[in-house]
C-alpha cells in the first residue's frame, strides 16, 4: 500500500486581500499575527486514540464500498476490486493543533449541510475524515460544526465560477453580483458535525490549484452551535479558520490523471514550497498535511484522507467582518434553491447518511 504521509508546520499569519476581491494575495500578511491556539500537549493522546478510531472507520468504509459494489453486480455492473486488508491499514501520524489563519478571497456564508460535497464534479473522490480535538481537555470535540470548501479539479470555487483560475481575474462576459459573487453555484462546499468520537466526515473529489495557491482545503470549525439552521458565522462564533494540504508526491501523481491534467496546459502546478502560507506552516512545528492513502490498485480507485485538528473550544469567536476578512468586509451569503438542498438530502439518504442530511446551513 502506498501512502502519502508527511509533517509540516501550521499557518501563523494572517493575510491582507488586495482592493479587487477576486485577487489571490493570501499570502501577505497582515499587520498582526493571528495568535495560534493550540499547543503540543495533546500529542500522546491523539496518538492512543488514533489507531482504534482508524480501524473502526476503516470497517464502516470497507463496508459502505462493499455494498456499493454489489449494488452494481446485481444490475450487471463492475467496479474496483476492494481489499479487506487495505482499510485495517489507514493510518494518521498527523497531529495538528492549528493556528488561525486567513478566509482567503473565496470563503462565503449560507453553506449546505451535508456529507457528500461533489455534486457533479469529476475527479478522484477523497474520503476526508476530520478529527477535532478540545486542545484544553486533550478530548475529543463533538458536535462541533465543520465547514470546508476548495476548488474543483481545473481551480474554479462554486460562487466564483466566473474568476478564472489562472489570472484571478473575470473571464470574458462574466459580472459580479452586489455581494461579490458571480453566481450561487455550491459544489465543493459543506457542512457536518463530529461524532461522539469528535470526527466529521466528507466526501469530496481531490482539490486543483490555481494562481499563486499550491492545492489546499478551507476549514472553519464552529464549537458551540444550536442547531443545524444556526450555522451562519453571524449566528455562531468561530473558533478556528484552517487550511489543510496534502503531499506534492501524491498531487503531482493526481495531476498527471484526467481531469486535472487538462489544466497543466494553462498553468503550471504551484508547489507547496512556492506558497507562502504553505512555506510559513514549516516554522512552528505544527503539521496541516492531510494524511493519504490508496482505497485500491490505483489513484482513481479513489483516495482515504485523515486529519486532526487541535481547537480551543472555549475560545472567542473569529471576526468574520471587518477588511481582515475580505474588501467589502462581510462573507457573501449564498442563495441556495430548495432544490438543490433536497438534491443534497436526496444523496446523503442514500449514502447512509440520512440523519445528518435533513439539516440545512
Known sequence: ?????????????????????????????????????????????????????????????????????????????????????????????????????????????????????REDNSGVNLYLDIGVIDI???????????????????????????????TAELTDGATKMSNGLTDNETFLRGIMTTSSEGVAEFLTVFPGYYTTRATHIHLTVQ??????????????????????????????????????AAHLDTLDIIQNVDDKLYTSANAGGYSSVISVTQLGDSLSDGLVGYITVGVNASAAGIATTGGSVNPLGVLPTVSVAESVRAAATSVDVAAGYGAAATGTA
Open 223 to 260: 464549537a458551540s452551535v444550536a442547531d443545524r439552521n444556526s450555522t451562519s458565522y453571524s449566528t455562531s462564533a468561530v473558533q478556528h479558520i484552517g487550511q489543510l494540504f496534502f503531499d506534492q508526491d501524491l498531487i503531482n501523481s493526481v495531476y498527471e490523471l484526467d481531469p486535472y
Open 136 to 166: 484544553e481537555t486533550c478530548e475529543p470535540l463533538p458536535d462541533a460544526y465543520l465547514t470546508i470548501w476548495h476548488c474543483n479539479a481545473t481551480g474554479y470555487y462554486s460562487g466564483f465560477t466566473g474568476i478564472d483560475p489562472d
Open 1 to 117: 500500500m502506498k501512502f502519502f504521509t508527511s509533517l509540516v508546520a501550521a499557518i501563523a499569519m494572517a493575510s491582507s486581500v488586495a482592493a479587487h476581491p477576486s485577487k489571490h494575495n493570501e499570502e501577505e500578511r497582515d499587520n498582526h499575527d493571528l495568535v495560534g491556539r493550540g499547543s503540543d500537549k495533546c500529542a500522546a493522546q491523539l496518538e492512543a486514540r488514533k489507531e482504534a478510531f482508524m480501524a473502526k472507520r476503516a470497517e464502516s468504509l470497507f463496508q459502505r464500498r462493499e455494498a456499493e459494489r454489489n449494488a452494481l453486480l446485481r444490475r450487471g455492473l463492475t467496479s474496483p476490486a476492494v481489499k479487506r486488508d487495505q482499510y485495517t491499514t489507514i493510518q494518521n501520524d498527523t497531529c495538528v493543533l492549528a493556528p488561525d489563519v486567513v478566509w482567503g478571497p473565496y470563503g462565503v456564508d449560507g453553506e449546505i449541510y451535508r456529507h457528500d460535497i
